[in-house]
């Protein structure tokens, strides 16, 4: 397939790119400057120079594939409006497109688009109550959702650990220089997390499948408190468990509104991805995803 994806040397869509070059997919990468289409290339990717603030002279590069991932976000106070004028834009264009041309696409939403669920696993089946930060990925699914051109999937991805970023990779570092593993709001809290290989074997999955109206979440298991997640770290680094609590406030201060998500506590369920895409994570243990993170 030929398949275009957004952010593609973000932590979501560098895996992915991996993941789809490793079937033997022609992939284009959205390239927002001259270092990142350099970077891309070298990761094999066909690089196109444009930003997703000014989406109209990619788009139409986009919607001569056959597949398109969205995995990219400014995470700046605009992210919201930039992201639905992508859209918008994407299905404008795509609305002249002959009715019988249909693109599989992805659309990349998040675990917190759903309601704080500390007890129950959240499913597919859960009414949606996302973080005031990114209600606006609602109206962004609406318009794609509405669109003829293209066999939606939306995953809702846990929370993304990867070798060397992400939660885990940083509160390691913390231990190994014998600093006090930086903790938002409680150690009570869950966090349902999946790997990065994880996840992108299931983009890949769903890009080749293009099965329209597909909904899925992505969690390799249900969910770590945090108190386990940072006491596993002491343990495998020989560390003593040391912690510094930051007030959840101060975080949103210092990144944004939507960091409230890191005091959102949830546990989540992947059935379905498992049951319609055959899919199946290895890193399906706490363990296993912080010993990645060691090596």
Not at 9 to 33: E, F, N, P, Q, Y
Not at 100 to 128: A, F, M, Q
Not at 236 to 253: F, N, W
Not at 265 to 283: C, H, I, N, T, Y
Request: net charge negative; glycine share 6%; hydrophobic share 40%.
């Amino acid at each position: 397939m030929r398949i275009f994806i957004t952010g593609a040397t973000g932590l979501i869509g560098s895996a992915t790119l991996k993941a789809l070059l490793t079937k033997g997919h022609d992939v284009t990468a959205l390239a927002r400057s001259d270092e990142k289409a350099k970077q891309l290339s070298n990761m094999g990717a066909t690089p196109i120079r444009g930003d997703l603030t000014d989406p109209a002279p990619w788009i139409p590069i986009a919607l001569e594939h056959d597949g398109i991932i969205h995995a990219a976000a400014t995470f700046d106070a605009s992210m919201g409006e930039t992201d639905i004028a992508m859209v918008k834009s994407l299905v404008e264009q795509a609305k002249a497109m002959p009715p019988d041309n249909k693109i599989n696409l992805i659309y990349t939403g998040g675990c917190w688009l759903y309601p704080e669920s500390p007890v129950i696993p959240l499913t597919e089946r859960h009414v949606l109550d996302p973080l005031p930060a990114f209600e606006w990925m609602l109206d962004s699914i609406e318009h794609l959702h509405a669109c003829p051109t293209f066999h939606l999937t939306v995953i809702h991805p846990a929370i993304v650990i990867a070798k060397d970023r992400g939660l885990i990779c940083n509160w390691i570092r913390q231990a190994r220089k014998d600093e006090d593993m930086s903790v938002i709001d409680s150690l009570g809290i869950h966090y349902p997390l999946i790997h990065a290989d994880d996840l992108a074997d299931l983009y890949r999955r769903a890009i080749e499948a293009g099965q329209s109206g597909l909904l899925l979440n992505a969690s390799g298991f249900k969910s770590a408190s945090l108190q386990e997640i940072t006491q596993m770290i002491a343990s495998k680094t020989g560390k003593a468990h040391r912690i510094k609590i930051q007030p959840l406030e101060e975080a949103i201060e210092q990144k944004g509104d939507w960091a409230a998500g890191f005091g959102r506590s949830q546990r989540m369920e992947a059935d379905r991805a498992k049951d319609s895409l055959g899919w199946q994570p290895v890193f399906d243990d706490l363990e296993k995803l912080v010993t990645d993170c060691l090596d």
